[in-house]
Structure formats: C-alpha cells, structure tokens
C-alpha cells in the first residue's frame, strides 16, 4: 500500500507560479513511476505529467510542456510539480498517482491522492 498526500495548492494570478508537492509513504516509493494528474470544474480527468522511477525519464501533456517541470526526491520520497507561467485554464484539483512499471500514458494507476486545489485567476 502507497499513501499519497499533496500539498501546494492555493489561488494565484494568472502569470504566477506554484510548487505541488507529493508526499508518498508505504511501500518502496522509488518502484513506482509517478504521475500528475489534474480534474477541471465539469471535466475529465487528464494527464498533466509523469516521472519514471529513476527520474531520468520525463513526460509532459502539450498544454503544460515548457511552463511545469516534475521532479522527485527518492530520499525523502517525495515528487514535485513546479509550475510557471500558470494560465487560467490551468485551474482545478491535481492528483499524485502512482503506477508500478514504465511509465505509460493511462488513468489506470495503482495508488491516487486525494487531491490539492489550484485556482488562476485572470
């Protein structure tokens, strides 16, 4: 069992910056690939970024490519999402999640959080 905790949300104007952080306990951290994951008023989940579980291989949704960075500590078992330039469509709830094996494009995760809200205001 994985229990992950995020943290980092808050209101920010539009232009601004924030640092998501995932706190991940339980099992081995480091044997999982990680993801970001964010939920829209009235929308889908979707993709946001993900991690492998070395943190040499990153992958990023073409909205957020070149404005957030994700990163992960395996020490202090904990993932982060910088997040710059941030746009009002960037607005919603971000999940951590965490999926054993490569790293796949997928909402089929093993362990989710339950989620920090992010609001940008114009």
């Known amino acids: 069992q994985v229990e992950l905790v995020e943290s980092g949300g808050g209101l920010v104007q539009a232009g601004g910056s924030l640092r998501l952080s995932c706190a991940a306990s339980g099992r081995a951290f480091s044997n999982y690939g990680i993801y970001w994951f964010r939920q829209a008023p009235g929308k889908e989940r979707e993709f946001v970024a993900a991690?492998?579980?070395?943190?040499?291989?990153?992958h990023y949704a073409d909205s957020v490519k070149g404005r957030f960075t994700i990163s992960r500590d395996n020490a202090k078992n904990t993932l982060y999402l910088q997040m710059n330039s941030l746009k009002p469509e960037d607005t919603g709830v971000y999940y951590c999640?965490?999926?054993?094996?490569?790293?796949?494009?997928?909402?089929?995760?093993?362990?989710w959080g339950k989620g920090t809200l992010v609001t940008v205001s114009s």
């Open positions: 999640a965490a999926r054993s094996g490569m790293v796949v494009v997928t909402t089929d995760m093993n362990y």
């Open positions: 991690i492998s579980r070395s943190g040499e291989g990153t």
